[in-house]
């Protein structure tokens, strides 16, 4: 979920008019949503695949086309102006640039770009690890301009919103924005910059611009635009998503010669990518009889221009800022939204087959039957736990488990791998709660096992526990001779140690020679570990080793 | 006179008793004192006459005065004045003395001083200790009893009402009220009972004491409900609330899910909860880059899995350039390191993609999961760090858009949702990918449950899979939310789950 914030006033007037309720439905449509609206304010929710719509003026071209208003190429002018890739950061080898002329900035304009800026940089950009964005007035450069890299405490310039100047290594442990981004060039011998022909640094991509030369305001007409990152494809797509924007804000974009090592590139280019669309394939797809001068027309709502029509096939160009066409079922799909999702006559292909559910749902089922008969409720807790509820608090040594790595709730670092911890969870919860307490679960636990893919196998147990004023062993038992008579199971019972039970009232349950499970009343020192004034006795059974489940 | 031989038949052995005691006594004391009655029973069969008009009961409240803590010691030791008094007698003692001597407390004895002091009953001798000493008036009040004494002692025997005391004793109890711990008044309610016209005139037949309680095995047997009436009971009497075992809801919901699922002819799948990244992200082409993959959103072991190299092969080349499938592909280099993490599933969707690896499934198919997932977020009134997910999956040749958005419509009919739309959306793995709102009539708005696609070429041709495959999924604790209600999901999932509404929870359809 991405948010867009504009404004209806500006929609209205770059669009057409329409009403927020019109509005609101074509957004549907199309598979955004208006989320909220605040007198002439609008956050529009958009998906993440479409970054050209992160730009008020990309979604006002999206939205002409869909209505069938006209929109305008982008046009570029040429320039003899030069922009030298030389040794650049290894690990931000790539850059590109332009500049756009006849700008006529107000507050309003330079609040869009900013949020053009970090919302790209936020989500296409990934917080910036693919890439990072830049405006610099252009009366301030002098070119040929370099992009080039160079060690960071020799690298000094003012940056932006600082009073003085400061090497690259300060910056990211004095300024705001060098430090939420310090991660970034984290271990890199060289930082990249650019500079001008006169060697004033002008910005440390991706951290931060200079001051004095990198920063833009209501009087800038003419600016320096360019973006850098790890691969070409995804910075020039979010780079021309901005000039793009500043062409539709009025300006005149003239090209650079950008020159690397090997090669020369014109930048920018707004390239249409041509692609083949078979009717077929559309028609197979959607379940349709378009044929194609329909399709045609749906994707011209779509933005799409279509270079030629035959009886099965079109020509058609991408819009040079959709970044998500990967295949044509991408195409398909804005001819789907073209059409309107809920203008489709639905159907239903019989593909014939016999439902069936598993071993292991129908064991739960009838044991959990058996279990509800008895009076006990039923319990979901959670996988995921803390190795003081699973080990400390039951008294019983750390047995192998399946740890987790970061967690955003402390107190999270393992996966259950036993059940009755997380029952004692529940009864400590519902302390104030009536009793008797009678619980049981049917669940899984993880537990480490070398020979997976996964180093882990899923068990299926089931655990029940018994907590009131004369909770007691043989209540425990009677239950477990219930069940076990039940499923025709004749099993051996041995005494055991376990910390989580009294001495002498804990067993071990044996079936065919192999553990399936042990009970006990449960000890007054765990009852205290988990805040509990009554007593309680518990049974956990290895269900995969009764039933044979894999 | 019918009425009235039906009005005897209703009351209950203890109303039995107590009644025909009404007219002498009007209190539960007497009563009890003559029924030998515990006083609860009476007060039952009372409320119970009273509730059939028998009776009326006019409650009245009396303070009653009984010794508090150090009531009770004062009123064997006398109060610590007197025992200063006592102790002190014609001797000069010093403070230290007069405490060990007294055994009072610090406080008492500075209490005592101060209070002989402005009595001018006490002096001081000087010296190189200071001493005190009675004087003659003091002497004089050595062995009389005060009046709060006198009252310490009535109470010792027997509680006192407060608005019978003597004026002299109302003067005592004021004082001592205002000490520490010596009395409390214990608030008695006191019912005084009257008997209405109607139980006067129940009192005059013959109350049949001979009526069948409890039907038992005895009286079937021997056949005396034949020559015996029985005791009519009051049925629309209260009685105690009763709990028996549920399900959990979120069974009860999954279940209904699991039974149209199979209704549909669906086969249930199921797979593990750790999960390789490889089956999570990579098999179903979910870039390596994408932000799911971040540590914020995912848990992650520390640990690495094993990922199966010849379908690896295939899926890198699916990642890096789209293979035969007609996509361009990402056009990053894959790396199976990134694969090889170990996470728990975000989404039940890695099984599914196993099933398309391990079980080489063959079209026609349709097949169902419903499995716990992962999420590592903050917790929350509307989030966990895992709930369920219920998805389905259909393969076969000439399914379209059009049958998927079909069986979307049969699915929520069957949940009793008719009304729905289809808003489009995206999905790395699906396209189109859309999500299925649904008109809830009892909440009367649009609610959104289901997310959908069909399979991306990318995603399915490593499998081999070469016919459309067309899939939706819903959240469970979702929908079992909306169904029962609830608004907060730590109430209903995990061990924060409250008892109190598992057992009340309604039974929906």
Known sequence: ???????????????????????????????????????????????????????????????????????????????????????????????????????????????????????????????????????????????????????????????????????????????????????????????????????????????????????????????????????????????????????????????????????????????????????????????????????????????????????????????????????????????????????FELRMNNVASIGSTTKSVEIKGALSNLLVGFGYQELFTLFVTSKQDQFDKMNIKEMKHIKLGKSVESGINMIRCWLLPELMKALNNNRSIEYPHKLFEISHVTVPDETKDVKSKDLLRLSLVNCHSNANFTEIKQILDFLMDSLEIKYEIKENEHGSFIPGRCCSIYFNKKEIGFMGEVHPAVLKNWGLEMPACALELYLNDIFKLE | MQDLKRLANTLHPLERKVLPLLEKNKDVKSIANISGLQEVEILRALQWLENKEIIKLNTSEKKILKLDVNGLKYAKTGLPESIFLKTLDEKSLSLEDIKKNSELSNEEVNVCVGLFKRKGILDTVPGQQVKFKLNESGLKLINQKSIEERLLERLKIKDLELDKLNPEDKFAFENLIKRKEIIKIHDEENKIIELTELGKELLKIKLDLDLIETLNPEIIKNEEWKKKNFRIYDIKANVPKVYGGRLHPLQETMNQIRKIFMNMGFKEMEGPLVETAFWCMDSMWIPQDHPARDVQDTFFLQQEGKIPEELAKKIAIEHESGGKSGSKGYGYKWDPKIAKQLLLRTHTTATTFRYFGEKNIKAPAKYFYIGRIFRNEAIDATHLPEFHQSEGFIMDEGLTLRDLMGYIKEFYNNMGIYKIKFKPTYNPYTEPSMECIGYNEQLEKWVELINSGVFRPESLEPYGINVPVIAWGLGVERLAMMIHQQKDIRNMLGATADLNWLRKHKVKW
């Open chain 1, 1 to 343: 979920m991405v948010i867009l914030e504009t404004k209806h006033s500006v929609l209205n007037k770059l669009v057409k008019k329409l009403s927020l309720k019109e509005l609101e439905e074509i957004l549907f449509n199309l598979g955004y949503e208006l989320e909220n609206s605040e007198g002439d304010n609008l956050r529009i929710d958009v998906t993440t695949e479409r970054p050209d719509l992160l730009s008020t003026y990309g979604l006002v071209r999206a939205l002409r086309s869909y209505l069938g208003l006209k929109n305008e190429k982008y046009k570029i002018k040429k320039s003899d102006l030069v922009m030298n890739v030389i040794d650049p950061a290894k690990e931000w080898p790539y850059a590109v640039a332009c500049i756009v002329k006849n700008l006529k900035f107000d507050d309003e304009k330079i609040k869009e770009i900013i949020r053009i800026q970090e919302k790209l940089g936020g989500t296409f950009l990934r917080n910036r690890r693919k890439g990072g964005l830049g405006l610099y007035p252009l009366n301030k450069i002098n070119f040929p301009v370099i992009y080039t890299s160079e060690n960071p405490k020799k690298i000094k310039y003012r940056p932006l919103e600082y009073n003085e100047e400061i090497t690259g290594e300060e910056i990211l442990e004095k300024h705001p924005t060098g430090r939420t981004y310090k991660h970034l060039v984290e271990g890199w011998k060289k930082f990249p910059i650019f500079k001008d022909y006169k060697n004033i640094i002008m910005s440390m991509p991706p951290i931060v611009n200079s001051h004095d030369v990198g920063k833009i305001d209501e009087n800038t007409k003419e600016v320096f635009v360019e973006a850098t990152g790890i691969d070409l494809k995804t910075i020039t797509n979010a780079f021309n998503i901005l000039v793009g924007a500043l062409i539709d804000m009025g300006g005149d974009a003239y090209s650079i010669n950008v020159k690397y090592e090997n090669k020369n590139l014109i930048i920018p280019e707004f390239k249409e990518e041509s692609r083949i669309l078979i009717v077929e394939e559309v028609n197979s797809l959607l379940g349709m009889n378009f044929n194609s001068n329909e399709i045609k027309k749906l994707l011209e709502k779509m933005m799409y221009e279509v270079k030629s029509v035959t009886q099965d096939k079109l020509e058609i160009l991408v819009p040079s800022n959709r970044s998500d066409i990967w295949h044509n079922v991408d195409i398909i799909d804005d001819v789907a939204r073209a059409y309107g999702f809920n203008n």
